[in-house]
């Protein structure tokens, strides 16, 4: 099978320029002006942006969780996601505690085998590493699963201390892989949560208000300074703030290897989405919580100084109707996490090209060459070159759509609500090719459950 599409404007995180790309099989073969090859399929991508499909290094689907499971499984989750752009995900596999690690691998492989319509990794999430289990972590990357997220919050669930921290990085930094931080103080944010409940605060508006800026900054400062005495690289996953921010500049400024990502939820939404007297705030308790709006242009920033290197979703959707509910009496009950895994691609378009904060290629960067390169996916993913998967994205630049459930052309996600309701974007992904195979097209699903890889992933090759 091939394929060929002409005219377009090809964009990658440092190119821009017309040509024709050819694509043999799941393999981009050929790129070049008026190419007189012949080709199974033509696409004229005239007046389109050419892009490399995008990279999600954050997601959650099929996750149990606050008592439930996040409403989007696989094939629904990646399906979605594909709509919208992105042609890669990495999930977070999990460790139960007092398990092994690769138990957890397995079970997940279950969760996404036959099910993935488009190329997924899984990241480990690591809930327990006693100096007897630190060999699982080679065997983790043999086995292509090249990071691990660790958690200074949710105690009791997902939390780890500070010494299981420490050895987990040491043996990362041994093995060449890469540990990512939910870095929150969750021990100090648990106490404030109780005083909170005690004064009878039950509504969703308490999740924010008892998750101040300053434990993230605490987390991010503290997980930085044991990577930093471990002598290893550290990425911080979905920094929401300009404190926690604070932490990663200065870090960076004195040659730590620190990496991170913000997420669409932190850059376009805000504290005023809990100013709601019903239980609609749930919509948005989420970890760390949505901050005061004027964070967002620190943010901004960030992604244009190079601070933040990549824009995940942490798509993490929980229905409001059946699951957000269960915290109808204890905001500390609502599930949390939110959907965005369709929208990124658009949002970020809009607020950041559209916006004129951020170039083409910083977008592309920002959305699928950085996290490729950051989680040993580069150069098979994020870019457009001989030789890469064909995962392509024929991007219309000048298309408006406004963003909400009832538009089919913006919500594809298994969940009863949309986090960016009434938000009108311009940008939008027409025709999404996943190695080589068209499966969006005339937002028509023309992909199958099943037609995604799992992707073993490479070392962490930094710093870039
Ligand atoms: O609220 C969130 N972020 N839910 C997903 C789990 C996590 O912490 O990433
Ligand atoms: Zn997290
Ligand atoms: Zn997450």
Same mark, same amino acid.
């Given at each position: 099978?091939?394929?060929?599409?002409?005219? &377009?404007?090809?964009?990658?995180?440092?190119?821009?320029?017309?040509? *024709?790309?050819?694509?043999?099989?799941? #393999?981009? !073969?050929?790129?070049?002006?008026?190419?007189?090859?012949? $080709?199974?399929?033509?696409?004229?991508?005239?007046?389109?942006? +050419?892009?490399?499909?995008?990279?999600?290094?954050?997601?959650?689907? *099929?996750?149990?969780?606050?008592?439930?499971?996040?409403?989007?499984?696989?094939?629904?989750?990646?399906? /979605? $996601?594909?709509?919208?752009?992105?042609?890669?995900?990495?999930?977070? $596999?999990?460790?139960?505690? &007092?398990? !092994?690690?690769?138990?957890?691998?397995?079970?997940?492989?279950?969760?996404?085998?036959?099910?993935?319509?488009?190329?997924?990794?899984?990241?480990?999430?690591?809930?327990?590493?006693?100096?007897?289990?630190?060999?699982?972590?080679?065997?983790?990357?043999?086995?292509?699963?090249?990071?691990?997220?660790?958690?200074? /919050?949710?105690?009791?669930?997902?939390?780890?201390?500070?010494?299981?921290?420490?050895?987990?990085?040491?043996?990362?930094?041994?093995?060449?892989?890469?540990?990512?931080?939910?870095?929150?103080?969750?021990?100090?944010?648990?106490?404030?949560?109780?005083?909170?409940?005690?004064?009878?605060?039950?509504?969703?508006?308490?999740?924010?208000?008892?998750?101040?800026?300053?434990?993230?900054?605490?987390?991010?400062?503290?997980?930085?300074?044991?990577?930093?005495?471990?002598?290893?690289?550290?990425?911080?996953?979905?920094?929401?703030?300009?404190?926690?921010?604070?932490? +990663?500049?200065?870090?960076?400024?004195?040659?730590?290897?620190?990496?991170?990502?913000?997420?669409?939820?932190?850059?376009?939404?805000?504290?005023?989405?809990?100013?709601?007297?019903?239980?609609?705030?749930?919509?948005?308790?989420?970890?760390?919580?949505?901050?005061?709006?004027?964070?967002?242009?620190?943010?901004?920033?960030?992604?244009?100084?190079?601070?933040?290197?990549?824009?995940?979703?942490?798509?993490?959707?929980?229905?409001?109707?059946?699951?957000?509910?269960?915290?109808?009496?204890?905001?500390?009950?609502?599930?949390?996490?939110?959907?965005?895994?369709?929208?990124?691609?658009?949002?970020?378009?809009?607020?950041?090209?559209?916006?004129?904060?951020?170039?083409?290629?910083?977008?592309?960067?920002?959305?699928?060459?950085? /996290?490729?390169?950051?989680?040993?996916?580069?150069?098979?993913?994020? #870019?457009?070159?001989?030789? !890469?998967?064909? *995962?392509?994205?024929?991007?219309?630049?000048?298309?408006?759509?406004?963003?909400?459930?009832?538009?089919?052309?913006?919500?594809?996600?298994?969940?009863?609500?949309?986090?960016?309701?009434?938000?009108?974007?311009?940008?939008?992904?027409?025709?999404?090719? !996943?190695?080589?195979?068209?499966?969006?097209?005339?937002?028509?699903?023309?992909?199958?459950?099943?037609?995604?890889?799992?992707?073993?992933?490479?070392?962490?090759?930094?710093?870039?």
């Amino acid at each position: 099978m091939s394929l060929l599409i002409r005219n &377009g404007r090809v964009i990658t995180a440092v190119d821009d320029y017309h040509a *024709d790309i050819f694509v043999e099989d799941e #393999t981009v !073969s050929l790129i070049g002006r008026d190419l007189e090859v012949e $080709a199974d399929r033509t696409i004229d991508a005239a007046g389109r942006l +050419v892009i490399p499909g995008g990279v999600d290094p954050h997601t959650h689907m *099929d996750m149990p969780f606050g008592g439930t499971t996040s409403a989007d499984d696989f094939e629904t989750g990646t399906r /979605a $996601a594909a709509f919208g752009g992105t042609t890669t995900i990495v999930d977070f $596999a999990i460790q139960t505690k &007092g398990h !092994s690690t690769l138990e957890g691998l397995e079970a997940w492989h279950e969760k996404a085998a036959g099910k993935a319509g488009i190329d997924y990794g899984f990241h480990m999430i690591v809930t327990d590493m006693e100096d007897d289990r630190l060999w699982e972590m080679r065997r983790l990357a043999d086995e292509g699963v090249t990071s691990y997220k660790m958690f200074m /919050a949710y105690p009791g669930v997902l939390y780890v201390d500070d010494g299981t921290l420490f050895r987990a990085m040491r043996k990362a930094g041994e093995d060449g892989t890469l540990v990512c931080m939910h870095a929150e103080n969750g021990i100090v944010i648990d106490e404030i949560v109780k005083i909170a409940l005690a004064e009878g605060k039950t509504a969703p508006k308490y999740h924010a208000l008892t998750r101040p800026t300053r434990m993230e900054a605490e987390g991010v400062h503290r997980s930085i300074a044991i990577a930093e005495v471990a002598g290893v690289p550290v990425y911080i996953v979905h920094l929401s703030c300009a404190d926690a921010l604070e932490q +990663v500049t200065l870090a960076r400024d004195r040659g730590a290897q620190v990496f991170a990502e913000t997420c669409p939820q932190y850059l376009f939404l805000d504290l005023s989405h809990y100013d709601h007297d019903d239980f609609e705030g749930a919509k948005y308790v989420m970890t760390p919580p949505l901050r005061e709006k004027w964070n967002q242009e620190h943010l901004w920033r960030g992604l244009g100084f190079g601070d933040l290197q990549s824009i995940s979703t942490d798509h993490c959707p929980f229905c409001f109707k059946d699951q957000k509910v269960l915290g109808i009496d204890d905001f500390s009950k609502i599930p949390n996490g939110g959907p965005g895994v369709e929208n990124r691609m658009s949002l970020v378009y809009n607020g950041g090209v559209v916006g004129g904060r951020l170039s083409v290629n910083k977008f592309v960067e920002l959305t699928s060459t950085a /996290a490729s390169k950051l989680f040993g996916l580069f150069p098979k993913k994020g #870019t457009i070159a001989v030789g !890469s998967d064909a *995962d392509i994205v024929v991007f219309n630049p000048d298309r408006r759509e406004t963003i909400s459930i009832d538009n089919p052309h913006t919500h594809h996600m298994r969940v009863d609500y949309n986090a960016y309701e009434g938000t009108e974007v311009q940008g939008v992904s027409e025709i999404v090719i !996943s190695r080589g195979r068209v499966v969006v097209e005339d937002n028509v699903w023309h992909g199958r459950a099943g037609g995604g890889n799992f992707l073993k992933r490479g070392l962490f090759g930094g710093p870039f």
